[in-house]
């Protein structure tokens, strides 16, 4: 091995020569002796990432309700800062008027999904019905010369296909009764865990940084804010982009004449926190709708709609707020994406971007030459999730001096990394 000293042994005359370790290792090719290098740390890394992940797949009812705990964190903190600026309003009030404020408006939101989809549902059922009159009228005059009859009795085979299925469907039901009980043990968790965020969020901060040696303290320390303040930058930032899709794409669809407008309008806003793919995912439900309701026609109008947002979300609200938010070249982005659709699903694929995006934020800050005070860094301010390009020390005493300013003015209420005082 190489620097231990023992060599190996060559045959000189009729006597054996050792041969130094230096000289066996000097013989090895450099790229040879680098790829191994490199190979055998890669495949530590790979051996950690995937315990990591089994470590995760076994406690994600956990890990997740969590990490969207955070992602909602950063998205309610200014508001909960706002709030706790009037010196009459306590920040346990705060936390609790955004909490409730937040689930009021998520139940309203949810509560006319449902009674617009009701609302519409006749008429869809009316044109789904002309529809299925239109395709069978073109299947009896089409090659296939298909009978009427045959066609009427295709409803009366599906009934007593579902008929004879019907223990599988009652073992079906029984396990989504399961998984709605998850979900709903997940749901409590994630806002029990996000009010503490909010209320209590300084000293949980604290009590993760006593695990780092007091050397490295208030490098990571800087890390985290950032880190925090590049993910409260990418969630605001993805809420804009989400609304303007959603609204681009149901004006879109209330001029063409597609039913439900409304939930399509709002699926499109969820499926948008999924940068690139999202809006063009969920807004294929839209097509298929118009396909049915409306014809070809229609379908191929809401397409050039979804098209359109492609291009609006792409080339303007994409570079002009996730670019600044995120800074990540689009292939960073769609493939995590990506990864966690495959490893989670869908929470994966929302998730995986606020990840990257915080990573990124903490390991700059990391490799930052010269590390700075952790409270000139606002973790709630969008700028804090960069330093300034600027390295001049006037630079640095002004941007110092605003953030101090400002870590005054809010007086560390409600801030999930700032210290409150006691």
């Known amino acids: 091995m190489a620097g231990s000293g023992v060599g190996s042994d060559r045959p000189v005359g009729n006597g054996l020569v050792p041969i130094s370790s230096g000289e066996v290792l000097g013989r090895v090719p450099v790229g040879l002796r680098v790829a191994a290098a490199i190979g055998w740390r890669l495949v530590v890394v790979l051996i950690t990432v995937a315990a990591l992940a089994w470590v995760i797949s076994r406690v994600q009812f956990i890990v997740i309700p969590v990490a969207v705990a955070v992602l909602l964190a950063a998205l309610l903190a200014p508001a909960v800062r706002l709030l706790s600026r009037f010196r009459w309003v306590p920040r346990a009030l705060a936390t609790a008027v955004v909490v409730v404020s937040g689930l009021a408006v998520l139940g309203g939101v949810l509560y006319g999904l449902v009674v617009a989809f009701l609302a519409g549902l006749p008429a869809l059922q009316a044109q789904l019905g002309q529809s299925f009159s239109q395709i069978r009228d073109w299947l009896a005059r089409s090659p296939l010369h298909l009978a009427v009859p045959q066609l009427n009795n295709l409803g009366a085979s599906i009934v007593h296909a579902v008929g004879a299925s019907q223990a599988a469907m009652t073992s079906g039901a029984l396990g989504v009764a399961s998984t709605v009980g998850e979900i709903a043990a997940s749901v409590l968790l994630a806002i029990f865990t996000l009010i503490f965020f909010l209320y ?176 000139t860094v606002d973790p709630l301010n969008p700028r804090s999730a960069r330093p300034l390009n600027s390295k001049t020390p006037q630079a640095t005493s002004d941007r110092a001096a605003q953030c101090a300013g400002q870590q005054a003015e809010s007086e560390g209420v409600g801030d999930p990394l700032v210290k409150r005082p006691t």
């Not at 780092?212 to 925090?228: E, I, L, S, T, Y």
């Not at 804009?240 to 939930?263: N, S």
């Not at 960073?332 to 994406?337: D, G, H, K, T």
């Open 200 to 375: 209590d969020g300084a000293r949980i901060w604290e009590f993760v940084l006593q695990g780092v040696p007091q050397k490295g303290r208030d490098r990571v320390n800087v890390a985290g804010r950032r880190a925090f303040a590049a993910l409260v930058s990418y969630t605001r930032a993805v809420t804009l982009v989400a609304a303007t899709d959603a609204l681009v794409v149901g004006f879109g669809l209330w001029a063409i004449g597609v039913p439900l407008v409304v939930p399509l309008a709002v699926l499109v806003f969820f499926g948008a926190f999924i940068p690139f793919v999202g809006a063009s995912v969920t807004g294929a439900i839209a097509v298929l709708i118009a396909l049915v309701a409306k014809g070809l026609l229609a379908a191929v109008w809401v397409v050039m709609v979804l098209i359109l947002v492609g291009e609006l979300e792409g080339h303007v609200l994409q570079p002009l707020l996730l670019g600044r938010a995120v800074r990540l070249h689009p292939l960073a982005v769609v493939l995590p994406v990506a990864t966690g659709f495959l490893l989670i699903g869908v929470i994966g694929a929302l998730l995986a971007v606020p990840v990257v995006a915080v990573v990124d934020a903490g390991i700059r800050s990391l490799y930052q030459p010269n590390p700075v005070n952790p409270d």
